[in-house]
């Protein structure tokens, strides 16, 4: 079956760094973009950082420019997000999401929870 497994969340200061990691199985990877999200506390899932399928193209949002990098490895399985200079309002579930817009497919992760603070 499908699983999104995210991992490296944690409690990080406000300035320091996180890498978060999602490993895929059950589709082929390499076929889809993946993505990252976050939500905060009582707000809406929002669109972090994306990651074309062959990882030649990536985008992010206004907020986290310069400071986040989406990266992948097809050959793991696997997607990163590099966080620097983290910030408390950061602090969110970070979520994974494979899609493939030819298929009308999304599949999601469980999450992970980031927090930065003092």
């Known amino acids: 079956q499908v699983q999104l497994v995210e991992s490296g969340g944690g409690l990080v200061q406000p300035g320091g760094s996180l890498r978060l990691s999602c490993a895929a199985s059950g589709f082929t990877f390499s076929s889809y973009a993946m993505n990252w999200y976050l939500q905060a506390p009582g707000k809406e899932r929002e669109l972090v950082a994306v990651i074309s399928s062959t990882g030649s193209s990536t985008n992010y949002a206004d907020s986290v420019k310069g400071r986040f990098t989406i990266s992948r490895d097809n050959a793991k399985n696997t997607v990163y997000l590099q966080m620097n200079r983290l910030k408390p309002e950061d602090t969110a579930v970070y979520y994974c999401?494979?899609?493939?817009?030819?298929?009308?497919?999304?599949?999601w992760g469980q999450g992970t929870q980031v927090t930065v603070s003092s």
């Open positions: 999401n494979a899609y493939r817009g030819s298929l009308h497919r999304t599949y």
